[in-house]
């Protein structure tokens, strides 16, 4: 028997809390540390890292318990690390932290995720909500002409990267037509996300959402199901660097459906 419409959102929603509170999840993040090209301590770390040839390494010695996960062996002297941009990339662990190298823009850094981190041991869930199934609504997407390109938006860290989207959703609220700027799957799944603000941000809902809707079909039809509207990374942990939304993503109609705020103890 297939799942109604209802009951697939309800095990995403269960799914969603679930990854949120596992032991390395979003809410261990305790740590982004940015690296320079020469050597330094990192707060709480043994050795010292630096950035090297699109690497995140470190000079270790024995006894400070960093080893490559699925390793057994302890790492010592000059170890590097690949990030998460690289088609094989690397993990370190020491006892229960997860040691993540990561690149954005060029630049790398090291995060730390510790099961013990406060914010995990205060998590009591994500309030969502109810499901509405009118909040699901067709939507048709057009590529840019010129293709996929680049725009500069504001981070949740204060600094401005680039954000590349691939076209625009059109789809209609309460009779007024709307449309959002958007970016193509980074796999090839052909799937698209946005990131949006809408009438609820900041005071119902966190200050912004993402959404995900699935492949268009060959005439661009989709749809933009506001009941799976996500929380970022960031509204978890303050080290993410998550995007706000890009010119004309805010909508000014109140968007009552999907997750709302992380909830604390």
Not at 68 to 83: D, F, M, N, Q
Not at 111 to 117: E, I, T
Request: net charge negative.
């Amino acid at each position: 028997m297939t799942d109604t419409a209802a009951e697939s959102w309800q095990r995403w929603t269960e799914a969603r809390s679930a990854a949120a509170g596992a032991p390395h999840g979003p809410l261990a993040l305790t740590g982004t540390h940015w690296l320079e090209p020469g050597p330094a301590e990192l707060p709480g770390l043994p050795g010292h890292w630096w950035a090297e040839d699109g690497s995140v390494c470190a000079e270790l010695r024995a006894g400070d318990g960093v080893r490559i996960e699925g390793e057994e062996k302890e790492s010592t002297g000059r170890v590097a690390l690949r990030p998460d941009t690289d088609r094989h990339p690397q993990i370190a662990v020491r006892d229960r932290l997860r040691l993540v190298p990561i690149e954005r823009e060029g630049e790398l850094a090291l995060r730390v995720f510790d099961p013990d981190a406060p914010a995990r041991a205060a998590f009591a869930g994500i309030s969502v909500y109810p499901y509405a199934p009118d909040w699901a609504v067709p939507a048709v997407f057009t590529p840019f002409e010129a293709g996929a390109q680049a725009v500069l938006v504001e981070n949740a860290d204060g600094r401005a990267r680039p954000l590349t989207v691939t076209g625009q959703v059109a789809f209609t609220l309460g009779g007024q037509p709307h449309t959002l700027t958007v970016s193509g799957s980074e796999g090839s799944d052909g799937r698209l996300s946005g990131v949006i603000a809408d009438g609820t941000s900041g005071r119902e809902t966190y200050r912004f959402r993402f959404v995900t809707l699935p492949a268009p079909d060959a005439d661009g039809r989709t749809v933009l199901d506001f009941n799976r509207a996500f929380l970022p990374p960031c509204a978890f942990a303050d080290h993410f660097i998550c995007p706000f939304p890009p010119p004309g993503n805010r909508l000014t109609v109140a968007v009552e459906a999907g997750e709302r705020q992380v909830v604390t103890l």
